[in-house]
């Protein structure tokens, strides 16, 4: 990610989006959000100096609906963090599998398909994980919202960190979609 990279929040502290530096410095001047993190960086003009922000919080609440990510291969193999979900192997060359396979009634949805290697999708074939003896890594769900998978395609600022939901091992910044409880 840029140094000129900087994530909002809302007044809530709940992430927004990343800006550019430019749409940062507008909002700071305008009175319209707080620097919460900075860089150890000054920028300065004739009359003033300003630390570079990493984090803004907004001072006002933005409402904001539900966003959906929209299901495609690449947002698949984002959430998977490019790894193949049966081996563990980190790759670029990767090939959806569904879990419940098509053949047996699989739906094409985030919650049953996979980012898998070509070797273990071969041997997986129209088998479900169990019949293959497959194990899988992690259990697929929908990813919650676009800002969450722009930071993974393009990393993240360590500075960022207590303001993300990360996943059990703390790389992938995205938050997911966890089902309602029955009452």
């Known amino acids: ?102 053949v047996r009634g699989g739906e094409t949805i985030w919650t049953n398909v996979v980012a898998c290697c070509k070797r273990c999708n071969n041997s997986k074939g129209d088998k479900t994980v169990k019949e293959a003896g497959f194990m899988l890594k992690r259990i697929p769900k929908e990813p919650r919202f676009l800002p969450y998978l722009r930071m993974v395609r393009s990393g993240h600022q360590k500075s960022w960190d207590k303001f993300l939901f990360t996943d059990s091992e703390g790389s992938t910044p995205y938050l997911i979609r966890e089902e309602l409880p029955n009452r």
């Open 1 to 102: 990610m840029s140094a000129s990279a900087v994530l909002l929040l809302n007044s809530t502290y709940e992430p927004l989006n990343v800006i550019n530096f430019k749409r940062a410095v507008r909002l700071l001047i305008g009175g319209k959000a707080d620097s919460i993190e900075g860089s150890g960086t000054d920028i300065r003009s004739g009359s003033s100096s300003m630390r570079i922000p990493d984090v803004l919080r907004l001072t006002y609440f933005v409402h904001r609906p539900i966003q959906r990510v929209k299901f495609t291969k690449y947002a698949v193999f984002l959430r998977d963090n490019f790894t193949c979900q049966y081996c563990g192997v980190r790759t670029k060359e990767l090939t959806i599998d569904h879990v419940i396979p098509k």
